[in-house]
């Protein structure tokens, strides 16, 4: 007993020695500066902190009226969030970062807020907006017409699920935007086909014209946009046009595509139809040369010209009595099953897809317009049981639905 005390007690010494020997380890001096802000009526503090130990930031909370404290930032750009404890082990300078107070403003009702700007438009000091779900007990549900007009610094914003409603260029003026989160892809979550109502038109654009980029007024800078699980639907003309953005990320109850929903998004590489999604309407993504379409689930309403000329490379098929046409003219489609329902496949509906190279059609037969396999180069009588189709009446001579393929009839 006497030796398993003496071990406890040697172990306590080194314990402590070791602990004398670390708080006598070299001093770095760290500056606080509160970056136009206070504390207790200072505008900066210098403090001297052993190497090895912690500057607990929660310790420091300076004030800026007009203003709010979003985060720290040291000499080489690394960002603390304002309770972090920041290991010290050489001399550093911490810089406070504010960003503008959103403005609130009670509705008529005096039942919800909606969100009419900030402490300082012109300037807007934040990385990021994101605007409260609730203020003062109630929730926000709006987001005024031009509320962040001349934002010209902030680079993402987000907004809640509790916002049903965002005016006419919201966010005009806010050219340095690379990334939004948004709650329905327009002004709100009910119109299903308001062409004039979709992305464009929350930075002061029209959209859904076929005027092009000219017309909506977005930011080059903006390559992301992120649609909430409180979207069901993507509306007509959502994304028309929109040249610049790269990548949508679709909430997963999604159910359906609008029309020309992504029309002539030309620099789209990246979306994922989730799994609920099972309706994608005529021309949802026309022209998006670069998109590479992932569909989770399964389609069983689709409109002509759909999925024409991208990248889509894989896709299931519900229950549907036809193929509208040159719904996946120009894709990558590898392999395509024909559900039994199908009784007809539309004018060009595969045209052009090179890497076709099996079509299994579980039907007893299907009746095939012109060019609907035209210049499948890949597909061959061994990926195809021609025995199960019909040639049109139409589709004859230059209009053989397998003209330039490898599938002889």
Known sequence: ??????????????????????????????????????????TGRDISVYEGKDVNLSKYKPVKEGYDLLQWKDNDGNVYGVDDKVRIDGEVTLTAVWTSRVVYTLDSSGESYTVTGTT???????????????????????????????????KSINIPDSVKEIGGGAFNGCVSLTSLTLPYAGRNAQETDGENYGIPYLFGGQG??????????????????????????????????????????????????????FNSCTALTDITLPAKCNEVKQFAFYGDVNANIVVEGAISRLGQYAFANTKLKSISLLSMESISQFAFSGTELREITIPSSVKSIGNAAFQKCKYLAKVTILGDSVTLGPAVFAQCAALTNDGIDVSKVVIGADAT??????????VNI
Do not use: Q
């Not at 001579?397 to 330039?404: D, R």
């Open 1 to 42: 007993m006497k030796k398993i005390v003496s071990v406890l007690i040697v172990v306590l010494l080194i314990a402590a020695l070791c602990g004398i020997l670390v708080s006598c380890g070299p001093k770095h001096a760290v500056t606080l500066d509160y970056n136009g802000g206070e504390l207790k009526g200072k």
């Open 120 to 154: 300082d438009n012109a300037a807007y000091l934040a990385d990021t907006l994101t605007v409260a779900a609730e203020y003062s007990g109630k929730p926000v549900t709006a987001v005024a017409s031009e509320a962040f007009k001349g934002c010209r610094s902030v």
């Open 208 to 261: 859904g014209t076929y005027s092009g980029e000219k017309n909506n007024k977005m930011p080059h800078s903006l390559t992301t946009v992120i649609i909430s699980d409180a979207a069901t639907f993507i509306p007509d003309w959502a994304f028309g046009n929109c040249n610049y953005i790269e990548s949508v990320v679709l909430g997963k109850n999604i159910t359906s595509i609008g029309t020309r929903a």
């Open 397 to 406: 001579g230059n209009n053989s639905p397998f003209l330039g393929s490898g």
